[in-house]
């Protein structure tokens, strides 16, 4: 399995590097994650390792998440994930294993999943970057209108509906996002902190998932090659 783990982010800072180069650096607190479940094609059909993080008070649980963490030997946990593994994999955890940000001491990049911020109800113009109506005279009050669409409502003999996916007005944000490919720049074993070149999507203290890289660009596969 690529090395995964649940996180907060904290928010963004800069670095500087010996050349004096200014670099922007988004601070990731990463684990401490705890084993909850090992799932088995045996048990399950499948083979994962389900994570818990961040420890929450009983009260503000549920009887059901206090008896499943209680199983693995664990405090009431505020967020479970799981991550799949291989099949001869599963001996390597244990129920109640901890891991930590160390995991990442020899990992260059790193993909980052979190929830982007909400921006509500938006129009085209801010949801879909439309450039709007001439804000010339005799144009009354459509300046930021998506124009006529009844040239794309048609679906050749289906129906007369909008086409799925036509860019409209709508809800924007809120999405899960991934970043890839972010250089690791420095990691905090005492804090649990990982600092990525780069932004994050979401807001601060929003919940993440990072993981090493899955597909790397050229040329980063490149500059991992030529260290190695």
């Not at 129906?159 to 899960?176: F, P, V």
Request: with cysteine.
């Amino acid at each position: 399995m690529a090395t995964t783990l649940i996180g907060r982010k904290v928010g963004m800072t800069r670095m500087f590097t010996p050349d004096g180069v200014n670099v922007p650096v988004t601070v990731l607190q990463v684990g401490p994650c705890f084993v909850s479940q090992i799932k088995t094609q045996e048990t399950d059909g499948y083979s994962a390792i389900q994570m818990a993080f961040e420890d929450i008070k009983p009260r503000r649980s549920t009887m059901q998440v206090i008896g499943h963490d209680a199983k693995a030997g664990l405090a009431p946990k505020r967020v479970h994930r799981e991550c799949l593994i291989e099949e001869d994999a599963a001996g390597e955890y244990e129920l109640g294993q901890e891991l930590t940000v160390e995991l990442f001491e020899n990992i260059k990049f790193v993909d980052v999943t979190g929830t982007t911020k909400g921006k509500g109800y938006q129009g085209t113009m801010k949801r879909h970057n439309f450039k709007g109506q001439l804000a010339s005279h005799g144009v009354e009050r459509k300046h930021r209108s998506p124009g006529s669409i009844a040239s794309h409502a048609s679906n050749a003999g289906e129906s007369g509906s909008i086409r799925k996916g036509k860019k409209m007005a709508g809800h924007m944000g809120s999405d899960t996002h991934t970043v890839r490919n972010l250089d690791v720049l420095g990691i905090d074993k005492d804090k649990n902190l990982l600092l990525v070149k780069g932004p994050v999507p979401g807001s601060k203290q929003g919940l993440v998932m990072v993981r090493e890289a899955k597909r790397l660009w050229k040329r980063k596969a490149r500059l991992l090659a030529e260290a190695s």
